[in-house]
Nanobody, 123 residues
Framework: VQLQASGGGLVQAGGSLRLSCAASGRSFMNYVMGWFRQAPGKEREFVASVRWTGGSTYYLDSVKGRFSISRDNAKNTVNLQTNSLIPEDTAVYYC?????????????????WGQGTQVTVSS
């Protein structure tokens, strides 16, 4: 099983980035797919998640209205559109997957992890 994250970069405050997570190695039909982030010296935190079947989405309060998570069944990818970025969004972003939880808000529950992709927002 592999989760391949991409799309990070350096952007000015107010800008946008589209992160993608390519999933392979098994069917994720009954999984919830999530994005987490970790800033230096801070604990990894939940950002957003989506249920592969049904498409229900969940967000960290501070990103609601700015970030949008979606899944592409044909390409087996999960995307995180990040808009109106602020310096506080700077972190390494990770994608994750789990089949047992409803929303995957706790990073300790994730069954699979992708490698991180760095997002840096300059002021």
């Amino acid at each position: 099983v592999q989760l391949q994250a991409s799309g990070g970069g350096l952007v000015q405050a107010g800008g946008s980035l589209r992160l993608s997570c390519a999933a392979s190695g098994r069917s994720f039909m009954n999984y919830v797919m999530g994005w987490f982030r970790q800033a230096p010296g801070k604990e990894r935190e939940f950002v957003a998640s989506v249920r592969w079947t049904g498409g229900s989405t969940y967000y960290l309060d501070s990103v609601k209205g700015r970030f949008s998570i979606s899944r592409d069944n044909a390409k087996n990818t999960v995307n995180l559109q990040t808009n109106s970025l602020i310096p506080e969004d700077t972190a390494v972003y990770y994608c994750a997957a789990d089949r047992l939880t409803q929303q995957l808000r706790d990073y300790r529950q994730a069954e699979y992890w992708g490698q991180g992709t760095q997002v840096t927002v300059s002021s």
